[in-house]
């Protein structure tokens, strides 16, 4: 009976999830959570954010703290068991620019405004034990907050030069450095560009937060307001900070800050992954008139021109690790843990890192007992001072991992989730550190994101039910996993998802031998990347197996060049962008029709290829190619099938290599992947892995769709791709969306 009631999964299913996002808030006592909630607002066409409140006992269930009606509430911290502090985009006094800082009692009642800055609050974060300052007899919330402001500025000077450079009629912007542009937004002027900085405020506030709005003027008396990535001229711009949970430590903070390469200017930002971690200390003196003095920096990685990130304290606030790369310039290579040694004696770290200019060897050391498990990290808690849990991604899963470090050459790793996508690892408080729990967001092909609680004895729960009218109420199709020789005969993971109504017909009649169904080849971008068991908004492959129009099988092929295979299969697609990941594919579709599993279902007279940035190059690659591929593959082999590539979907695809080098933002990526266009032999390269040169043999129709703000691959690739089609004579139709 619940079978018949099943829906189909329709585009419209998309907008009425609740998608749990992160930013997880665990209370005071540890019964509760605070999670940043993203839903479809149709009264104004857009995605907004709201605050819910989870209870950990399962029983108590999620209550919504805050409404959502055009707002954004996101990033909520407990400052009390009953109140929380959260960012949002609400009208203010002044109608200053928001967000800004809002606070709310989770006991009832509306929200009430904490900070009133003329620029935008960009992110924030609490103590993790908060301790008040009393300056000149009146009590002080000290709370660190990032401001987008010019150098050398702090934001009420940077509110009056933003007033100032609106008033100039010129609109011209003027550069001498790269990045021109990045990701969807042009930067202003190399002159006029802002940067990301770090500064402690001191919110003058009651205990119990009940005080009215306080001055947050960048220039109150007493001011009120402090600098702190600022006061070093060495750090450009953060990228993120970390607190150390215990604030008497002589360490308060890590800050992670993109640098120029040595003895190069700003420009190399844009082809370099030169991260650096830097940790500082400083002193509170509430008598003082400087209150905040004595800060000092210092890069723990300097002379290590890869790419750091990712510095975590442990509870005790006396070990810091953090997150490494290897090899300059490559954003996918494999993440290795290392150890900040001497965090806990003052004296011996201020002496050892003076010793020695290359901090990264001298400062830090490898983990190298976790050297045997090779996955990359995405993020890391500690769980006591001595257990680490991590997730990393491992045969398109984000699984959830669990160590214990220790001087052994070889640290066991236990795998302590093994199924689906788990993201947002946020560890609640525990005595005893091989009992702690954590929460965490899974998601799923059949299940958009919820929360759950990992408690090692019964392993993990879901707590909220955001979404069961989904997860419960749809006919979505069977998930399987399916392993193929690929490029040199090598293992190859994918994803094979068939419609319902497949099943269906088999239990109906023994074998589904009458009902045919197209195949949907679905390319992953990155190339670095993969696909996963998780809830996708853009490329829900149940969107093509459980619609009510034309059910689909869906393939979905972790190539070479994928994550969570070992780093030397994500390393072999370097200068082979056209040649392993395209026998890969080729050899899936392949292997899927003649299954025995899968094969009896397929129409092979009726395969669409699709995919999005890499995977649209892919898409454009294998149109230009695939003919010749089949006819050199299949000649000696009269068992295999023959089938028929009926479209092609290509969105923000790269069309030619050769000139994408040059309109790309981020130039590392090529120049890793590629080398430099002029290089020597590498104009050839280019040359010959670009689809551009193929089309010649472009003649299946095709759907393009590209943004016009997309700064990673630029529209002029689309527009290309559609005129190479229009020119030949193939059906085709363009998209575009400004």
């Not at 009425?16 to 993203?38: C, R, Y």
């Not at 003649?594 to 395969?607: A, C, F, P, Q, T």
């Not at 009926?646 to 030619?656: E, L, N, Q, S, Y």
């Amino acid at each position: 009976e619940m079978e018949e009631q099943r829906k189909a999964f329709e585009p419209r299913e998309l907008y009425v999830t609740k998608q749990v996002v992160g930013a997880l808030s665990i209370s005071p006592d540890s019964k509760s959570v605070a999670e940043t909630v993203k839903e479809w607002n149709t009264s104004i066409d857009a995605w907004t954010n709201s605050i819910y409140i989870t209870r950990l006992d399962a029983k108590q269930g999620t209550n919504r703290l805050t409404q959502f009606n055009g707002k954004n509430d996101t990033s909520p911290r407990w400052f009390s068991s009953n109140t929380i502090i959260f960012s949002s985009n609400r009208p203010n006094l002044d109608s200053n620019p928001t967000p800004q800082l809002w606070a709310i009692k989770t006991d009832g009642g509306e929200a009430f405004q904490l900070t009133n800055f003329p620029i935008p609050v960009m992110s924030f974060e609490l103590p993790k034990q908060i301790k008040f300052v009393k300056i000149e007899d009146k009590q002080y919330l000290p709370i660190f907050i990032t401001f987008a402001v010019f150098p050398g500025l702090n934001p009420e000077e940077t509110s009056k030069k933003d007033k100032e450079l609106q008033k100039v009629k010129a609109k011209a912007k003027v550069y001498t450095e790269l990045m021109v542009r990045h990701w969807d937004s042009w930067n202003e002027s190399t002159a006029n560009q802002k940067q990301n900085h770090l500064f402690l405020h001191f919110l003058p506030i009651s205990s119990d937060l009940s005080s009215p709005l306080p001055s947050s003027s960048s220039n109150s008396n007493p001011p009120l307001l402090f600098p702190i990535s600022p006061h070093f001229p060495e750090i450009l711009n953060i990228d993120s900070f970390t607190l150390n949970p215990q604030s008497e430590a002589f360490i308060k903070l890590c800050i992670v800050s993109k640098q120029p390469l040595p003895s190069k200017s700003k420009s190399s930002l844009a082809w370099s992954t030169n991260y650096h971690i830097y940790a500082i200390d400083f002193d509170v003196d509430s008598k003082s008139k400087e209150i905040v003095k004595n800060l000092t920096v210092y890069n723990l990685t300097t002379g290590h021109d890869a790419w750091d990130s990712q510095p975590v304290f442990s509870p005790r606030g006396d070990e810091i690790i953090f997150k490494s790369m290897k090899r300059p310039g490559y954003e996918a290579d494999r993440w290795y843990l290392r150890r900040v040694l001497y965090v806990n004696n003052k004296q011996e770290f201020n002496d050892k890192y003076k010793s020695n200019s290359n901090h990264f060897e001298t400062m830090t050391q490898e983990i190298s007992g976790l050297n045997h498990h090779d996955r990359s990290p995405a993020s890391v808690i500690w769980s006591g001072e001595q257990n680490l849990i991590f997730n990393a991604e491992e045969n398109g899963r984000m699984k959830v991992f669990q160590c214990k470090l220790n001087s052994d050459a070889h640290i066991p790793v236990k795998t302590i989730i093994e199924e689906h996508t788990n993201t947002e690892l946020t560890l609640v408080e525990s005595e005893n550190e091989d009992n702690a729990s954590f929460i965490f967001i899974q998601a799923s092909f059949t299940s958009p994101p919820e929360l759950c609680l990992y408690q090692p004895k019964t392993n993990y729960t879901v707590l909220t039910q955001f979404n069961t009218s989904i997860s419960n109420g749809v006919n979505f199709g069977t998930v399987s996993d399916f392993t193929f020789p690929g490029h040199k005969s090598e293992p190859v993971h994918s994803f094979v998802l068939t419609p319902v109504a497949a099943t269906a017909a088999k239990e109906e009649s023994g074998d589904a031998k009458n009902q045919r169904f197209p195949l949907v080849v679905l390319i992953h971008g990155g190339p670095q990347g993969s696909w996963k068991d998780e809830w996708h908004l853009r490329w829900n492959a149940q969107m093509y197996v459980s619609n009510s129009i034309l059910p689909s099988i869906v393939i979905m092929i972790n190539f070479h060049g994928s994550t969570g295979y070992g780093q030397a299969f994500t390393d072999a697609i370097r200068r082979n962008w056209h040649t392993a990941p395209f026998d890969d594919i080729m050899l899936g579709v392949q292997s899927v029709i003649d299954s025995k599993e899968h094969g009896h279902l397929i129409d092979v007279n009726n395969i669409a290829i699709a995919g999005a940035s890499y995977g649209g190059y892919m898409a454009n690659w294998i149109h230009g190619n695939y003919k010749t591929w089949i006819k050199t593959h299949n000649n000696n082999n009269n068992n295999r099938r023959e089938y028929k590539i009926k479209c092609f979907v290509v969105h923000a695809g790269i069309f030619d290599l050769y000139t994408s080098y040059f309109n790309t933002d981020e130039l590392w990526f090529p120049e890793h992947e590629q080398g430099c266009p002029w290089e020597e032999g590498k104009e050839k390269e280019y040359d010959e892995s670009s689809p551009s040169r193929y089309v010649k043999n472009w003649d299946v129709p095709t759907l393009l769709l590209h943004g016009g703000k997309d700064f990673r691959v630029v529209d002029v690739d689309c527009i290309s791709a559609f005129a190479a089609l229009q020119r030949r004579g193939v059906e085709s139709k363009m998209v575009y969306f400004p």
